[in-house]
């Protein structure tokens, strides 16, 4: 089975899709490229405060607009937790925790500056969430220059799951981050591939990897 575990397409509800509109259109796409699912993680930080309850209603409005539309596709609802002291702390606290295929919790760092965790220790907090008989996944470390290998091989040997991006690979952020997200599935670090979607021109670009003889990764528990 092809799943992104990773998207940001649910209508205005953080950095990614704008509209209902957009959001079908993107679905349709990934549909197309051949995900049998699709879970829809949207930001938790501290600029994008959202909830179970207002992203559950995001979720209801994004599957009632995909069966008018008439395409069936396979959608879930999770999050991308950002892991900075206004919000984590709190969520962790009160179980309010929503993982993927029942199993993974999406944790990522500050993209461009790791002192946004304000002492939040990684491994501390990976470790609760293990405790919790959860198993973090830890999103597109290849787009973290701060954070340095022997860490991350750390994260790893602790039990978090490594995931990249599509769009990574596809170039979308440039050579830099291209280079290390295929180094890290060269060195058999990576555990999942995800789309990363926000918007159509993720769409583009991962069907131009995609046409170049790449393909799209099956998830096996």
């Not at 209508?11 to 990934?30: F, N, Y």
């Not at 501390?124 to 597109?140: C, D, N, W």
């Not at 994260?155 to 979308?172: C, E, F, P, R």
């Amino acid at each position: 089975m092809i799943i992104d575990f990773h998207s940001h397409i649910l209508p205005g509800i953080d950095d990614g899709a704008r509209t209902l509109e957009e959001s079908i259109q993107i679905v349709k796409a990934m549909s197309a490229m051949g995900f049998d699912r699709i879970t829809c993680t949207p930001h938790i930080t501290k600029k994008y405060r959202n909830t179970p309850e207002n992203i559950k209603e995001r979720f209801d409005l994004l599957v009632t607009g995909m069966k008018d539309s008439g395409t069936e596709v396979d959608l879930r609802m999770s999050a991308e937790y950002r892991l900075n002291p206004e919000t984590w702390p709190d969520i962790l606290a009160k179980g309010k925790l929503m993982p993927i295929e029942d199993k993974f919790i999406l944790m990522e760092f500050p993209i461009n500056d790791e002192s946004d965790m304000y002492g939040l220790d990684p491994e501390e907090e990976f470790r609760k969430v293990i405790s919790l008989g959860l198993t973090p996944i830890l999103p597109h470390p290849e787009r973290y220059a701060y954070l340095p290998h022997d860490t991350l091989l750390r994260y790893v040997d602790l039990g978090v799951k490594i995931q990249s991006n599509y769009g990574s690979l596809a170039g979308i952020y440039g050579e830099e981050v291209q280079t290390k997200a295929q180094a890290l599935i060269d060195e058999g670090r990576v555990s999942f591939l995800a789309t990363d979607m926000h918007n159509m021109l993720y769409v583009k670009a991962i069907e131009a990897w995609l046409g170049v003889g790449n393909s799209l990764w099956e998830y096996r528990r």
